[in-house]
């Protein structure tokens, strides 16, 4: 068959560290997939894996991903030739490596296994801190912090491929970007070379679609009723062709939903500007990419486009700032919101005068929410979600020195014989963590080697130069055809005219949403439920409007991009986690709930408009 004619077909078995051990072997299971492609790596999982590393040397990867994935299929991976590429090396994809080998031969079975190392570049740090200019956090602008644990670059596709060309059956990896381990398997099957630029975006975006498991197969869809069978969902897989167009499905006779609506609202997640999203392969441009239904259990997508890449690659780096401590109680009966929020309030007056008398600081961030409230809803919450008759406090802080935290932890189960009639759930004791930030930065690709090692052979690779310059917003737009909408869309052109009356009706009714996290930084797309509406959409979904609806989360500026292919907008909200992840002290710390506020909220539209129930 030719390179033409021919289907790649990737199974996305794994979305994070910790994602269902029925995802692999329901893929192999199917007999539809010719790669299983595991993501593992999210953000904050680097510096666990670090102290995981730092305690026993032989650690530092995802281990999930040998003990529980591999050891269910390897044998049959084997038998089918199904090949396996994964980012479960985390900090050390040699003793990933290792435990696969010791796992292979336990289970009687020859792989060959590859590893792709040199995204860390904590040796490179010391002279970062003399450099000048000097490095500078990517939304912050913040000089780096004295105390990095983790520094690792997000490296490309091309040492995958790589791998693969030598024979590798197995490659494990280190830090890479999510949608990498898909784009390797595609430049391996198709020849792409790295001028191939269009159709690195198309592979690029089949693996950005399959990177977070069963997000693209029903999972967290807005319609979430109309997903069936939850329990048997499942796990996506993409099928590539050539000219970088694919289609997605998922294993025959499984739950979930495959619909351009899901394939949309995973599209949009977790990316900023949908005209140049960064990657190190390649810039990607999605504003025309098109989803469609091609049969049942089929969606068909095409339309990425794609542009030289930058001369840097992002790093991801992680570095200590103090403790953080999050503790819970129940509160039941009459007025529980009120009695929650008053022994919130109680428990950190009484801290903060007890560490006075030590001679500590006092507290420094502190929050108090009450769940089941609405708390994330802020002045748009429902009146009657004041008066539940059974609410959960939940009380979080930072501080400098862990005794201070430990001293909050010890004061809060008190609460259950002091104060509130009703309190009662307190558990065990609330822990004390690190608190770790995270620190973005670019670094020139020359300061970074990628090395590929097969069996313990290093095989040759070859990496284009970089180019002279990043490309600019101009030559970007000189490049597409037809040309991508602004960046800060101003919109599609005005809603239909219309006579009648107006009514009001919440957001859900006319689009799905989808929301997700980087760093500090909120992405939230909107998706118009008939092309029609994105009119309506673009009038009232402005960023001062969206901005003013979030205010109460959102601290920075909010910016609005077009994507005109699947007839949506993707909402970039800056400052809007309280730090994000593990420095954030929110209950919904990676923001998977700014999407339900948002279509919460009040939109005008004509009263003969035939809308979602």
């Not at 801190?129 to 956090?137: A, D, G, I, L, Y």
């Not at 007890?354 to 507290?363: N, S, T, V």
């Not at 990043?470 to 800060?488: I, K, V, W, Y």
């Not at 609806?549 to 500026?557: D, P, S, Y």
């Amino acid at each position: 068959m030719s390179t033409a004619s021919r289907c790649v077909r990737i199974g996305g078995a794994s979305g994070f560290w910790g994602d269902s051990s029925v995802a692999a072997p329901q893929l192999v299971a199917s007999g539809q997939v010719d790669y299983l492609a595991f993501d593992y790596l999210a953000e904050l999982t680097m510096s666990i894996l670090a102290a995981a590393r730092m305690k026993k040397p032989e650690l530092g990867y995802a281990t999930d991903f040998v003990t529980v994935a591999m050891r269910s299929v390897l044998a049959e991976v084997a038998a089918r030739g199904i090949c396996v590429v994964s980012n479960a090396g985390g900090v050390n994809p040699e003793g990933c490596a290792d435990a696969l080998r010791a796992l292979a031969r336990d289970l009687g079975v020859e792989v060959r296994i590859a590893t792709v190392t040199g995204d860390d570049v904590m040796p490179l740090i010391p002279e970062l801190r003399s450099r000048q200019p000097p490095v500078t956090e990517l939304q912050s602008g913040a000089p780096l912090p004295a105390r990095v644990v983790t520094a690792n670059a997000y490296l490309g596709a091309l040492p995958i491929k790589a791998a693969l060309d030598a024979g590798a059956q197995i490659v494990v990896t280190g830090r890479c970007v999510d949608s990498a381990v898909t784009l390797g398997i595609l430049m391996h099957e198709f020849g792409w070379s790295p001028s191939d630029h269009d159709r690195l975006a198309g592979g690029s975006l089949a693996g950005h679609i399959i990177e977070c498991g069963c997000q693209a197969t029903g999972g967290l869809h807005t319609d979430w009723q109309d997903v069936p069978d939850w329990a048997h969902i499942g796990y996506p897989i993409v099928e590539c062709e050539a000219d970088g167009s694919f289609s997605v499905t998922k294993p025959a006779g499984s739950g979930g939903l495959i619909a351009p609506q899901c394939v949309a609202e995973q599209l949009l997640y977790e990316i900023h500007d949908p005209a140049r999203y960064l990657l190190p392969d390649v810039v990607c441009d999605f504003t025309q990419v098109t989803i469609t239904q091609a049969g049942p259990g089929r969606v068909r997508v095409q339309g990425a486009r794609g542009l030289a890449p930058s001369d840097s690659y992002k790093v991801s780096a992680t570095y200590l700032d103090g403790y953080k401590t999050s503790a819970q109680l129940t509160i039941v009966g009459f007025d529980a919101v009120a009695k929650a929020q008053r022994s919130g309030e109680a428990i950190l007056e009484r801290v903060g005068e007890l560490l006075a008398q030590q001679g500590l600081p006092p507290l420094g961030a502190t929050r108090v929410e009450v769940l089941g409230s609405e708390t994330p809803y802020g002045p748009h919450a429902h009146p009657a979600a004041a008066q539940m008759r059974e609410a959960v406090l939940r009380l979080g802080a930072h501080h400098r020195e862990k005794a201070a935290l430990e001293l909050l932890a010890r004061e809060v189960a008190p609460a259950g014989t002091s104060w509130a009639p009703g309190t009662t759930g307190a558990g065990g004791r609330a822990s004390v963590s690190p608190l770790i930030r995270q620190y973005a930065f670019l670094l020139d690709k020359a300061r970074v080697t990628s090395v590929v090692t097969l069996d313990g052979e290093s095989v040759p690779l070859t990496l284009p130069p970089p180019p002279a310059t990043s490309l600019s917003p101009a030559a970007r737009q000189a490049r597409a055809e037809p040309g991508p909408s602004p960046a800060a869309s101003a919109g599609p052109a005005g809603s239909p005219a219309v006579s009648g009356p107006m009514v009001e009706v919440p957001l859900i009714r006319l689009a799905w949403a989808r929301s997700g996290d980087k760093g500090d930084t909120s992405n939230i797309g909107v998706i118009a439920r008939r092309p029609e509406w994105l009119p309506w959409l673009g009038e009232q979904l402005t960023e001062a409007r969206v901005k003013d609806w979030l205010a109460h989360l959102v601290q920075g500026k909010v910016t609005r991009y077009e994507v005109s292919g699947i007839h949506a907008f993707n909402f970039v909200c800056e400052q809007a986690l309280a730090g994000g992840g593990m420095a954030s002290l929110r209950n919904d710390a990676l923001g998977k709930g700014m999407a339900q506020i948002l279509l919460a909220m009040p939109v005008r539209v004509p009263q003969t408009l035939e809308l979602t129930p």
